[in-house]
């Protein structure tokens, strides 16, 4: 039975053979994303994140799990990678230039041009706060990238002969696509992260009725119904707004590429509403490149953009200057944009470590930090942080954290598994007590199986394939010649012979296949003796059946041949002696294939034996 | 344990066992396992768990817990096995019945939590950590441990079977060297009884019909063999290798790739070279496995050091199948001698071929990948047959790009099935490539040369850039390998016409609308003009062509990987002279702005770090050779670029302008040697007339401005860089006496007090013109060596310290959960 195999390989776990195991939340986590699917024969890995939470090789999945058997370039068919997030990508560089993966990796074409700055971003902090020297390279990201096919959405890219690919739009992050996996009739739909509601720069998630053998659907806020957006804007800009006009400064740590655009749309269109002056800066120096990127890949955001494209483009920002290092010691109030987005290192943290100790200024940050940074100390409250040299630095200015992840909702999960209308649904990215409230709602609503399968265990799905068949209009016609007009409703049986040929599976008339196949026909047929106790010659036995068979099969043709034997359509009895017992007659019922009921029919009846002479 | 974590663990315990408070960041118990490991590895367990009575509590009160969270009860399970894993603290544990509570049938392993794989998880690993001594085996017996192990090699979860598996092959193996079981016999017989039941639940596994359970079987065997040396291995061999045996006489071969990890794994092991029955099992199973099936086996057999000649010579040959039979299948008349006897193209791997696309493109896969990894081995089979294998490569890049003839069916077959097919062509040119390092006769060569450049040429190439960049590579070592003229100073004639065919295709290339053809053209050029710059037919060649021009325009591509790379090709190019600033066309007579002057623009102006900081890789290396642009005014040069690279954004930028920097120095006072600048005495500092002009030197190109600033730079490898600077500086200038005391001149307290606003974040204004002297008298009064001390941990060691991860844990009880996912 051909079957489908989904493997998330998402976080190390026990066993693993090249780094000491961890307890991690089993394949319900959102750490990294990083999914096997074996598919009609052809393996394809799906993302391949990192877990920006540890600073040693646990970070990447363990690819060792990938096959036991050979190199992986020769196991895996291509890679996909979903969108531009770390815990998407940030192992790719990894897995390709130091793991040794030398075959095709597929994503979109914002996908392959913002990773690298991504990749770039964080390989530097890695190197920056560590000098780890067990780190990809800048070299190592450009060659990766040299490997990636970019694809278009909705093209339908054919990987081999076998295998295609397809990208849906899925909001979240610019770029972000979900991938349709197709082998022959089976599917797999990947959404990866995506966003069901338009936001203020990108639009919401669409797939169409795909039907897919499996949904594999991100469940990050699995039972979150979130409040509009619009509300957190509206609190974020509040906040700055009032820092700002109280002479504050408000930092807000970023990552490159992704929310930063979002907040400096938000508050350019805010400033140039409210005629502000206090300045903007953006940190990294990379602003330039990553609205290069936004103003290129204009296609891929929302309806609003693109139609103000024309007048103006959203990323073109009047009042969001590049930062330089002597701008944080000015006096008066602004607001930054520094990297990291985590606070563990670099600008980002040295400007907190500047304006940390007034109350006046604020510090907004815009995603969750993960532990052993000092963005996760002050979000989880505390005041007093230990600095170098013993100091203590005491956090007076204000700490705010604000969510402006784009993840769909139960709600919109719900939607996007109504409008693929898949057969099964699995479930990965999320938190398990709550991915198994939604697996139920899922279960219950569609009728369909849903999984949810912890890193490491394999969910297996059996599948039958629809094969398409060609009918000859030649058996069709005769098949209508028999009567009966073909009716939907009322499904007939019809016999042919199926012949597989070029790849291609065709039901036919038996003649026919003969013909195309250059084959002679063969009968073959069934002998059974039945023992009659009958003293008279074998002539007068044989006429003695053929009227016992006339008289009970009245709508058969039964008939007497001049050699003695009886024919019932196509089966044929004839008497012999009994070689031992000469009062015993042999009768040999004999018939084809195609009259096997009859033949066994006319067994069981002369078996009951004839009746008396009268 | 440090007093303040000690001071802070009770707390934390009680928030571990608290079902209302639960632990938010995932990665929070894994750091904190990290931390009680470094603890328990330094000290003794006991005294621990003596210390602080809240972590025997914590354990208890897990196991009492209605309902406790299944990553807190592995946590659990692992910080007992941790513990557990020194004997004393083991019978600690014991007398309070708690590893029993933990590890046997009343604990989570009948419970509702065992569902969880993070549960089955944490007690193998605990189980693994406790497994150290003589009473852990016999806990082990007695809580039927090794059972459940048994079940748990079928995990669903990859993880826990996989971790089964190695937890039974660490426990046969301290069951085998426990001291108290003597020297055990290798027939096994007065085995102890642990390693009994392990060795024959593996035989009935081997016994099996079902391969999931053959496969665990081979897979605790070949872990065993590949970790276990002790004499037992043998006893251990000779009592199931029958079994083994069994297994190969079956059709099809159940688990054949775990059967060819454990006997390649025995073959390796010292059992290996002791059993003659070995080598013959192994030929028979190269035998008995389809092609496919017998690559990974030959490749095994032909990297082992000692194996018989005759096993060898079998695994070379179905190696060399596959392109034995491509050799056949292109041979237009009986060609030259192909592959030595046994690899003529069996029929096994032709069926294989004709079967289907994906067998056919695997098995060619295969054998490349693995004749090319054979290649680079000391222990490849000799004679190597370098000349059919590149004919063989050669053939098979023709198939692909339907330039070849097929006179055969087979030959048919191929071209239709490996036209156009990027999977082959990536791996034969990959493979072609490794070849470049032997020789072949010319004729061969020149085919090698004409198909490279038909792959070169091809705009097929260009949507599979990686096939392009493949070639170029390939190229790159066959241009690179091949042999000097007899007069040996230049390039040899078929060499000369190849680079004449190549560079308009080269040139070609460098226009693509595709960066990644672009990029993979300019570090072609940079590679080959790195090793021929000094040719003079390359450089006739070249100069000929409109490379360099083409390169030069590429500095001002719109893809930032392209301008770095065309950075790099023309300070290459210019290096040796290849690379002559153009003329106006309009004005011939005006010169336009040399090249030191483009690239320092680029490195001012250009919004990407990539090709700024190529171009400080070029100037860096510019000073090391002592390039014509800067020995024209060295100090203007340095001066220059410094002032550039110090405002630069990028901390990449800017440890380049540091170690530009370090050569400027090296040059002016002497190498470091060993860099390091206190390790020795230094008799070869500078005389202090010429000291005092070094330092003159440095002020001027303002190195100490740039340098002392850098020290306090918030991105930690710029001001690592900046120490290590100052401190071969100072210890350069220290032994002779250097200039005179400054003492506390204005100009020394104005040094100071900038280091200090600096030091404290400030930017501040430059400093100006500065004194020799009081530069000298700063640097003699800081403390660089603690600075170095410092800067030499990571900048976030605060934050990642145990204490911290107390800290952030009772911190964010509650606090962070929600906010999980919006870290992306």
Redesign the interface.
């Known amino acids: 039975m051909p079957e489908i195999r989904v493997?998330p390989l998402g976080a190390?776990?026990?066993?693993?053979?090249s780094h000491?195991?961890?307890?991690?939340?089993?394949?319900q986590?959102?750490?990294r994303s990083c999914i096997l699917v074996s598919i009609g024969?052809k393996n394809v890995m799906l993302d391949c994140g990192m877990?920006?939470?540890?600073?040693d090789d646990?970070r990447f999945p363990d690819f060792s799990?990938i096959t036991?058997?050979?190199?992986l370039?020769?196991f895996l068919d291509c890679v996909i990678i979903s969108h531009f997030?770390?815990?998407?990508c940030g192992a790719l560089p990894y897995f390709s230039e130091m793991v040794g993966y030398?075959?095709?990796i597929y994503m979109t074409q914002p996908t392959q041009a913002i990773c690298?700055i991504l990749l770039?971003d964080y390989r530097?902090i890695a190197?920056?706060?560590?000098?780890e020297a067990n780190f990809f390279t800048?070299q190592m990201i450009?060659d990766c990238?040299?490997?990636v096919?970019a694809v278009h959405l909705h093209q339908t890219v054919q990987v081999?002969?076998?295998l295609e690919i397809k990208a849906y739009y899925a909001g979240h992050v610019l770029g972000a696509a979900m991938f349709q996996i197709k082998v022959g009739s089976e599917s797999v739909v990947y959404t990866g992260?995506y966003n069901m509601t338009p936001d203020r720069h990108l639009g919401a998630a669409w797939i169409d009725k795909c039907r897919p053998n499996l949904l594999i659907t991100e469940s990050?806020?699995a039972t979150t119904i979130r409040d509009s957006k619009r509300c957190r804007e509206r609190d974020f800009l509040k906040k700055v707004h009032e820092t700002v006009e109280r002479g504050g400064k408000v930092l807000i740590p970023v990552f490159a590429l992704g929310r930063a655009q979002e907040l400096c749309i938000l508050l350019e269109t805010f400033w140039e509403r409210m005629d502000l002056k206090a300045p903007i800066y953006f940190s990294?120096?990379l602003t330039?490149?990553a609205n290069h990127y936004y103003k290129l890949f204009i296609p891929w955001t929302n309806q609003k953009i693109r139609k103000t494209f024309v007048q103006r483009n959203m990323f073109e920002f009047k009042h969001i200057k590049a930062f330089?290092?002597?701008f944080?010691?000015s006096p008066g109030p602004m607001v930054v944009f520094a990297t990291p987005g985590m606070l563990?290192?670099?600008?980002s943290?040295?400007i907190f470590?500047?304006w940390a100790g007034s109350e006046r200024n604020m510090v907004i940050m815009?995603?969750?930090?993960?532990?052993?940074?000092?963005g996760?100390?002050i979000?989880?409250?505390?005041r007093k942080l230990?600095?170098?040299?013993r100091q203590v630095l005491e956090v007076k200015m204000q700490v705010e954290?604000m969510?402006?992840?784009a993840?769909a909702d139960a709600k919109g999960i719900m939607q996007l598994v109504g409008q693929a209308e898949p057969e099964n649904v699995l479930l990965v990215h999320g938190e398990?007590k709550k991915m198994e409230f939604l697996k139920q709602k899922i279960e219950q609503e569609f009728r369909v199986s849903c999984y949810m399968p912890?890193?490491?265990?394999?969910v297996t799905l059996s599948t039958s394939p629809s094969i398409p068949v060609g009918i000859s209009l030649g058996l069709l016609k005769r098949e209508m010649a028999q009567g009966l007009l073909p009716d939907a409703k009322k499904p007939r049986l019809l016999h042919g012979t199926l012949i597989m040929k070029d790849s291609n599976f065709r039901l036919v008339s038996s003649e026919q296949a003969l013909k195309e196949l250059g084959l002679s026909e063969h009968q073959l047929r069934f002998t059974c003796r039945v023992h009659l106790h009958d003293t008279r010659k074998e002539q007068e036995t044989a006429l003695r059946v053929y009227s016992h068979l006339k008289s009970v099969l009245k709508d058969h043709c039964v008939q007497h041949l001049p050699d003695g034997s009886v024919t019932v359509e196509s089966i044929l009895i004839q008497a012999a002696a009994h070689s031992e017992d000469p009062s015993t007659k042999v009768l040999l019922v004999s018939w084809t294939y195609q009259d096997e009921e009859l033949g066994s029919y006319l067994t069981s009846l002369l078996k009951k034996g004839l009746p008396q002479a009268s | 344990m440090d007093p303040e974590c000690s001071r802070l663990l009770p707390a934390l315990c009680a928030v571990l066992v608290d079902p209302r408070q639960p632990v938010a960041?995932?990665?929070?118990?894994?750091?904190l396992?990290?931390w009680f490991k470094t603890v328990t590895e330094a000290g003794p367990s006991l005294l621990l768990l003596q210390e602080n009575p809240c972590l025997v509590e914590l354990l208890f009160r897990v196991l009492k817990a209605h309902d406790p969270h299944?990553?807190v009860l592995?946590?659990s399970l692992?910080l007992a096995g941790l513990f557990a894993a020194q004997e004393d603290c083991f019978q600690y544990l014991q007398q309070g019945e708690l590893l029993p509570m933990l590890f046997g049938e009343a604990g989570p392993l009948g419970g509702a939590a065992w569902t969880?794989?993070?549960v089955?998880?944490?007690w193998?690993?605990g189980l693994r950590s406790l497994a150290q001594h003589p009473s852990a085996l016999l806990f082990l017996a007695d809580c039927g441990a090794v059972d459940t192990i048994f079940s748990l090699q079928g995990d669903?979860?990859?993880?826990?079977?996989?971790?089964?598996?190695?937890l039974l092959v660490h426990i046969l193996a301290l069951a085998m060297q426990s001291p108290a079981e003597g020297h055990p016999s290798p027939q096994g017989c007065d085995w102890p009884a642990c390693a009994q039941k392990i060795v024959c639940h593996v035989e009935d596994s081997l016994h099996s019909t079902a391969t999931p359970q053959v496969t665990q079987a081979l897979n605790v065997l070949t872990t065993t063999f590949g970790h276990c040396h002790g004499p037992w291995t043998q006893g251990l061999w000779v009592r199931l290798s029958p079994l083994v045996a069994c297994l190969l006489e079956k059709d099809p071969i159940p688990a054949s790739?775990?059967l060819m990890?454990l006997l390649l794994s025995v073959a390796r092991s010292p059992v290996g070279s002791s059993d003659c029955g070995l080598w013959e099992t192994l030929a028979q199973t190269l035998s008995h496995l389809s092609p496919i099936q017998a690559g990974?086996l030959a490749l095994g057999i032909l990297k082992l050091q000692d194996c018989p000649q005759a096993l060898k010579t079998q695994a070379f040959g179905v190696l060399l199948q596959p392109l034995a039979c491509v050799l056949k299948a292109a041979a237009q008349s009986p060609g030259p001698p192909g592959f030595p006897e046994g690899a003529t193209g069996d029929s096994m791997t032709v069926d294989t071929f004709l079967s289907s696309?994906?067998a056919c493109v695997?098995l060619l896969?295969?054998a490349l990948?693995h004749l090319e990894l054979l290649q680079l081995l000391p222990q490849r089979p000799s004679p190597w047959p370098q000349a059919p294998l590149l004919r063989a490569a050669v053939a098979i890049l023709r198939f692909c790009n339907g330039s070849a003839a097929p006179t055969s069916d087979v030959g048919g077959h191929l071209c239709a099935v490996l036209a156009g097919c990027?999977?082959v062509q990536?791996a034969a040119l990959d493979f072609l490539g490794t070849l470049s390092q032997g020789t072949g006769p010319q004729e061969l060569v020149t085919q090698v040369f004409a198909v490279l450049l038909e792959y070169l040429t091809s705009p097929d190439s260009s949507p599979?850039?990686?096939v392009l960049?493949k070639a170029f590579q390939a190229t790159l070592r066959w241009l690179l390998g091949s042999p000097k003229a007899p007069s040996c100073c230049d390039l040899d004639p078929h060499t000369q016409l190849f680079l004449r065919e190549l560079l308009p295709v080269l040139r070609k290339r460098l226009c693509s609308p595709c960066w990644?053809a672009r990029?993979?053209g300019l570090e072609f050029l940079t590679q080959v003009t790195r090793h021929w710059g000094g040719q003079a037919a390359f450089r006739h060649a070249l100069l000929a062509s409109e490379v360099p021009e083409l390169t030069r325009q590429l500095l001002r591509d719109p893809e930032?990987?392209v301008r770095a790379s065309a950075v790099t090709a023309t300070g290459q190019l210019s290096s040796w002279g290849l690379y002559t600033t153009p003329t106006s066309p309009e004005h011939p007579e005006v010169q336009q702005e040399s090249l030191f002057t483009e690239l320092l623009h680029i490195l001012s102006t250009d919004?990407?770090?990539?090709p700024r900081?190529a171009v400080m890789q070029v100037f860096t290396q510019w000073l090391k050779d002592g390039h014509a642009d800067v020995a024209e005014d060295l100090e203007q040069f340095v001066a220059r670029v410094l002032q550039v690279a110090s405002r630069d954004?990028?901390?990449?930028v800017r440890a380049q302008g540091l170690e530009l920097a370090l050569v400027f120095l090296e040059q002016l006072l002497g190498h470091p040697g060993s860099r390091c600048p206190y390790a020795v005495a230094l008799p070869e500092a500078a005389a202090p007339a010429t000291l005092a002009q070094v330092l003159q030197a440095l002020c001027r190109v303002q190195l100490f401005e740039f340098a002392l600033r850098a020290l306090f730079d918030?991105?930690?490898?710029v001001a690592?860089k900046s120490c290590d600077l100052l401190l071969f500086l100072r210890a350069k200038a220290t032994p002779c006496g250097g200039p005179q005391e400054a003492g506390a001149s204005p100009d020394v307290v104005s040094v100071e007090a900038a280091l200090q606003r600096w030091q404290a974040?400030?930017?501040?204004q430059p400093l100006g013109e500065l004194e020799p002297e009081a530069v000298m008298a700063v640097l003699r009064s800081m403390d660089l060596e603690g600075l170095r001390g410092?800067l030499a941990k990571?900048?976030?060691h605060?934050?990642?310290s145990p204490q911290?991860?107390l800290?952030?844990?009772l911190?964010?009880v509650g606090?962070?959960g929600e906010?999980?996912?919006?870290?992306?």
């Open positions: 493997t190390a776990e026990a066993g693993s053979t000491p195991p961890s307890c991690s939340g089993a394949g986590d959102v750490g024969g877990h920006m939470g540890f600073s646990r799990y036991r058997n050979g190199r370039t020769d997030h770390l815990d998407h030398d075959g095709p690298p770039e530097k190197v920056d706060k560590k000098g800048s450009k990238m040299k490997k096919v081999d002969d076998e992260d990050t806020y990294t120096g330039e490149k330089d290092r002597a944080a010691d563990h290192a670099g600008q943290l040295q470590r500047k815009p995603g969750y930090c993960v532990q052993g940074t000092v996760h100390k979000l989880s409250g505390q230990e600095m170098e040299g954290y969510s402006f992840s993840h398990a912890a890193n490491g265990e394999t | 960041d995932d990665t929070c118990l894994e750091k396992l990290d299944p990553r592995s946590f692992r969880a794989p993070t089955r998880s944490g193998l690993q669903s979860s990859l993880f826990v079977a996989s971790a089964a598996g190695q790739h775990s990890d990974p696309k994906s695997g896969c295969q990948a990027v999977r990536r599979t850039v990686q960049k990644e990029d993979s930032s990987y919004s990407e770090g990539f900081r954004l990028d901390w990449e918030c991105d930690r490898p690592q974040g400030e930017q501040g410092t990571s900048s976030d605060i934050e990642k911290s991860l800290q952030d844990l911190a964010s606090v962070l906010n999980e996912a919006d870290c992306y």
